[in-house]
């Protein structure tokens, strides 16, 4: 069953927000009652015990524990255990100078976690959660209202996490079980990931969908450009300033927004066109494999390939489509007329060239060939005949703000 993350802005009365806002409170008091009793430990024996048993211990003495309800205490304490854990995993990298994890700001509210469907109810677009039954001022639920963007058939709510903050207010982020389409036919297509043309799908009748990617390039290097005149972070002060991570912030939301839609529009177009099984070329370690130079590696190193990929595999499931992943090995370099292995066919960006007579795009050419690696057959067969090499029809996608916009005249 394919699981979905949903936002939705939570609607709530004064006096419940003051009560969920006094529970993220306790949420952070346990949180760094915890980390005290750890670093008094530790320095007075010199060890810490960082065990689910000797947390447990812990709680029983922290009284704003009995402020929010009993499994959101226990996922605060395994925050504390992989708080920890991280640190453990920094310090023995050589990558933090600190003794133990740091405290959480006093004031800030933390979030409140409800999972396996325990302590919380949604009946239509009302979410009822626990709070307990040891608070103070005896409230033990609380009952608001979400506003969801998204209409999509919910089977079950499977997690919650409510979060604070100072600009958006109280938000839900909702992990739920969604009913999926069932695909329209048995079409298949290939994928070829790329910088300049991002995503080039080549279907089993011989069109390829060509995603440009200019727009995401444009932006990363318009924010790199704003990164340089910011100090970075070096070995010796390793934490990164104020303005370095709203940078960061501002980049990483402006690209994920663009990847969203240009990975919704290619599914969509998939399923309308039949498609139930979507093949990708497998890039596990291509930035160990890759070595272009300095400038070229940190634009390749820094393109977001495995992100496209749990993009489209997620929004694939939704729609009943099969993602299957297939080895890249020469893919770029083998002639798909031929099948003849040579570097120097690719003549320049954009084109493949072969002595046999094949001629097309090389990001299609490479998507052809991962086509006949995961189905055994070339999605230009039926249309070959004697004499003549037959080449994808390529439709290019170019990628805007809100939308992607097709080609105005008919591609040759």
């Known amino acids: 069953m394919p699981m979905l993350t949903l936002q939705a802005k939570v609607l709530a009365d004064p006096e419940t927000e003051r009560v969920l806002l006094d529970a993220m409170l306790c949420a952070t008091k346990v949180y760094n009652g915890l980390l005290w009793h750890l670093r008094e430990e530790f320095k007075n024996t010199g060890t810490t015990k960082v065990t689910r048993q000797r947390l447990n211990a812990i709680l029983k003495t922290l009284p704003r524990a009995k402020g929010y309800y009993s499994l959101s205490v226990q996922a605060t304490r395994d925050e504390v255990i992989q708080a920890y854990r991280s640190f453990f995993a920094l310090r023995k990298a050589e990558r933090t100078r600190h003794q133990m994890p740091g405290f959480r700001r006093k004031g800030m509210y933390s979030p409140l976690r409800y999972f396996d469907g325990y302590g919380f109810s949604l009946e239509g677009d009302r979410l009822t959660l626990s709070l307990g039954t040891g608070r103070s001022d005896g409230v033990r639920q609380v009952t608001v209202t979400l506003q969801v963007g998204r209409n999509v058939p919910i089977l079950r709510v499977r997690n919650v996490l409510l979060t604070y903050d100072a600009k958006t207010g109280l938000r839900a982020h909702l992990v739920v079980e969604v009913k999926a389409k069932e695909p329209l036919g048995h079409r298949k297509v290939a994928v070829d990931l790329g910088e300049t043309q991002a995503i080039t799908a080549v279907f089993d009748d011989g069109t390829a969908l060509m995603y440009n990617g200019r727009l995401i390039k444009s932006i990363r290097r318009y924010w790199q450009k704003v990164r340089a005149k910011v100090k970075p972070p070096t070995a010796e002060n390793p934490r990164k300033s104020r303005r370095y991570r709203r940078i960061e912030r501002k980049e990483s939301r402006q690209v994920n927004h663009l990847l969203h839609i240009m990975t919704a529009d290619f599914v969509r177009r998939c399923w309308e066109a039949g498609v139930d099984t979507i093949a990708i070329g497998d890039l596990k370690a291509i930035r160990e494999r890759i070595d272009y130079g300095p400038v070229l590696n940190q634009r390749l190193h820094a393109w977001p390939y495995g992100k496209?990929?749990?993009?489209?595999?997620?929004?694939?499931?939704?729609?009943?489509?099969?993602?299957?992943?297939?080895?890249?090995?020469?893919?770029?370099?083998?002639?798909?007329?031929?099948?003849?292995?040579?570097?120097?066919?690719?003549?320049?960006?954009?084109?493949?060239?072969?002595?046999?007579?094949?001629?097309?795009?090389?990001?299609?050419?490479?998507?052809?060939?991962?086509?006949?690696?995961?189905?055994?057959?070339?999605?230009?067969?039926?249309?070959?005949?004697?004499?003549?090499?037959?080449?994808?029809?390529?439709?290019?996608?170019?990628?805007?703000?809100?939308?992607?916009?097709?080609?105005?005249?008919?591609?040759?």
Request: glycine letters at 8%.
């Open 308 to 412: 496209i990929i749990k993009m489209i595999e997620y929004k694939a499931g939704l729609y009943g489509i099969e993602v299957i992943k297939v080895s890249e090995t020469y893919s770029s370099q083998r002639c798909h007329g031929c099948g003849e292995i040579r570097k120097s066919n690719r003549v320049f960006r954009g084109l493949y060239r072969c002595d046999c007579g094949w001629r097309t795009h090389a990001d299609a050419n490479g998507a052809a060939n991962l086509f006949l690696a995961a189905y055994k057959v070339s999605p230009v067969a039926e249309r070959r005949s004697s004499g003549d090499v037959a080449t994808p029809v390529v439709v290019p996608i170019r990628l805007g703000w809100h939308t992607v916009h097709e080609p105005t005249s008919p591609a040759a």
